[in-house]
């Protein structure tokens, strides 16, 4: 159960885009379209932003978007607000067990 | 709408037990696998156990294999996490989370709770 490999921390200046990474062996994401993307804020609860590698739930800015290649996901935050500073977590269902990267902070500069 | 609320968290020895309740609404809990998460300080989000919709299976994380127990009781809409021999190192805080498929095999999880938290120290 290795987590999956995300970047420490990543930035952008408002009205960039930016991509989060998130690599893992091949059975827990190359062969599974059950990949998800968390949003995280100091002392909140995560919110799920992306599922199955590219959806987005209701109510989720189309500023997020998510995409998979190979045995690495990816998040792109485009347009990027003051307000998605944060932590943001993937996680892939490895056919049981879950998941999750360790976590990537954006800061906005 | 749904709500998870956690409680059951608190100060504890290593190698004690405690007993972390998640009580839901807003859903049908007979429908749904759940999750617990949790995160130490200063570290990310970290897998602890799964029990799916029907109760069928559960899963673990190495960490707390045979330490800890998830079950459920959906005649009372709740979710537990047995945690035995506690380790300073669980600290944390403790999230129940729902699953995002409908009576299917356990997935990622969407629905989030707020968390309690779980200090263990001598």
């Known amino acids: 159960q290795s987590a999956l490999t995300q970047p420490a921390s990543v930035s952008g200046s408002p009205g960039q885009s930016i991509t989060v990474s998130c690599s893992g062996i091949?059975?827990?994401?190359?062969?599974?379209?059950?990949v998800s993307w968390y949003q995280k804020y100091p002392g909140k609860a995560p919110k799920l932003i992306i599922f199955e590698v590219h959806k987005r739930p209701s109510g989720v800015s189309n500023r997020f978007s998510g995409s998979k290649s190979g045995n690495t996901a990816s998040l792109t935050i485009s347009g990027l607000q003051p307000e998605d500073e944060g932590e943001y977590y993937c996680s892939s269902y490895a056919g049981g067990p879950v998941v999750f990267g360790g976590g990537t902070t954006l800061t906005v500069l | 709408q749904v709500q998870l609320v956690e409680s059951g968290g608190g100060v504890g020895q290593p190698g004690t037990s405690l007993r972390l309740s998640c009580e839901v609404s807003g859903f049908s809990l007979r429908s749904y696998g759940m999750h617990w998460v949790r995160q130490a300080p200063h570290k990310g989000l970290e897998w602890v156990a799964v029990i799916w919709y029907d109760g069928s299976k559960r899963y673990y994380a190495d960490a707390v294999n045979g330490r800890f127990s998830i079950s459920r009781d959906n005649s009372k809409n709740m979710v537990y996490l047995q945690m035995n021999s506690l380790r300073v190192e669980d600290t944390a805080i403790y999230y129940c989370?729902?699953?995002?498929?409908?009576?299917?095999?356990?997935?990622?999880?969407?629905?989030w709770g707020q968390g309690t938290l779980v200090s263990v120290s001598s």
């Open positions: 091949i059975s827990d994401v190359a062969n599974d379209d059950l």
């Open positions: 989370a729902r699953d995002a498929y409908w009576e299917a095999a356990a997935g990622n999880p969407d629905f």
